[in-house]
């Protein structure tokens, strides 16, 4: 069974920093595309930053520069170190898995698993 946990979040004033952790059992993260996601209250689920089986990496427009994902393949482990935070940044973040490829990499439908989410705050 595949499960997914987020962890990491929490509440920082603007400027600051946040380390996520999407720790995964039952799948192997070095073999398949990951996600991050993020949704605001009110708003619908958007895609952040996916990292290819070959290491490639891919941001949205407005984290370019602020945040990395990056993995520990031998913890089985995805990471976003996120910089520079702002109040628009603060949603709820989801790690998701996809077994194979990353073809279509921000779409949410290409992704087989979810993490429960962990919220991030920023306050200005």
């Known amino acids: 069974q595949v499960q997914l946990v987020e962890s990491g979040g929490g509440s920082v004033q603007a400027g600051g920093s946040l380390r996520l952790s999407c720790a995964a059992s039952?799948?192997?993260?070095?073999?398949?595309?990951m996600g991050w996601f993020r949704q605001a209250a009110g708003k619908q689920r958007e895609w952040v930053s996916s990292?290819?089986?070959?290491?490639?990496?891919f941001y949205t427009d407005s984290v370019k520069g602020r945040f990395t994902i990056s993995k520990d393949n031998a913890k089985n482990t995805l990471y976003l170190q996120m910089n520079s935070l702002r109040p628009e940044d603060a949603a709820m973040y989801y790690c998701?898995?996809?077994?194979?490829?990353?073809?279509?990499?921000?779409?949410?439908?290409?992704?087989?698993?979810w993490g429960q989410g962990t919220q991030v705050t920023v306050s200005s």
């Open positions: 039952g799948y192997s993260i070095d073999d398949n595309c």
């Open positions: 990292m290819t089986t070959s290491t490639f990496t």
């Open positions: 998701a898995a996809r077994v194979g490829a990353c073809a279509g990499y921000q779409l949410r439908s290409i992704y087989d698993y």
